[in-house]
């Protein structure tokens, strides 16, 4: 039987995500320039699929084009990470409670937390552990909810990749991804839900902990869906 050939990535598509995969492991750091001519020279390309590239990664928030300082990696701070983190909130919970709940496959989950555990170095690390969390929800049987969540996959693991620079917390996270497994495969999906949920919130309070409050500003709602504000809503009415 004849193999079908893999199709060949144009150099917009090569270049982007060379970016993409320099800014997820932090070869390339927030608020650093871009230069088109530098990227060109790097990826052994004219400078039309670098801009391409560069004005797609700015579309998933991954990098920053303006006027008069060009483009930037995105830099991350404590809102940029409570509000990507929030959504992740919202949906992922209910994503991996509607995988567990019709007994879909996780056999890509558990391979890629093999991976993670297996790595050699932060990078191959990283993007197991992103790749982990994607299959527990792609298979949920909502595809639109699946894409929403792709969505903000991107700028996710930018803030996790600043996060992990300041403070390595592997194999903390390592643990807590096992256990989430272990749940989702016993067939607890409100279990494993309520643990990636505290696993989600977790991590953003480590990361970025608000002022006066050693807990973080991220706390799980009363109804377990989203995050709450402990001193309440700020001086613009948003919670």
């Known amino acids: ?23 997820l492991t932090g070869q390339l750091t927030p608020g650093q320039a871009l230069v ?15 801009r391409e590239a560069l004005k797609t990664l700015a579309g ?18 404590a809102d940029m990470a ?6 992740r909130l919202l949906l992922e919970p209910e994503a991996l409670r509607r995988v567990v709940r019709r007994k879909a496959s996780l056999d890509a989950a558990r391979d890629a937390l093999t991976r993670a555990d297996e790595a050699s170095d ?21 595809p639109l909810l699946g894409r929403m969540l792709d969505e903000v996959r991107d700028q996710a693991a930018l803030v996790s990749a600043v996060a992990w620079a300041a403070n390595p917390s592997w194999e903390r996270e390592a643990g807590e991804h096992r256990e989430i497994l272990r749940l989702a495969l016993d067939g607890d ?7 990636l949920h505290a696993h989600i919130a977790s991590f953003v309070r480590r990361a970025f902990p608000q002022p006066g409050d050693e807990e973080g500003d991220l706390r799980p709602s009363r109804d377990g869906r989203g995050m709450t504000d402990p001193q309440g809503p700020s001086e613009d009415g948003q919670a």
Not at 82 to 87: G, I, K, Q, T
Not at 134 to 140: I, T
Not at 189 to 195: F, L, P
């Open 1 to 23: 039987m004849t193999s079908v050939p893999t199709p060949i990535p144009s150099r917009t598509q090569f270049v982007q995500e060379g970016i993409k995969h320099r800014i």
């Open 36 to 50: 088109e001519t530098e990227l060109a020279a790097q990826f052994g390309v004219s400078k039309t699929p670098v």
């Open 60 to 77: 998933t928030g991954l990098v920053v084009m303006n006027q008069y300082k060009g483009v930037t990696v995105r830099m991350v701070d």
């Open 82 to 87: 409570r509000e990507v983190y929030d959504v």
């Open 122 to 142: 932060t990078a191959e690390r990283s993007l197991a552990n992103r790749e982990f969390h994607r299959e527990l929800y792609v298979p949920c049987g909502n």
């Open 189 to 195: 999906a409100d279990g494993a839900a309520g643990a």
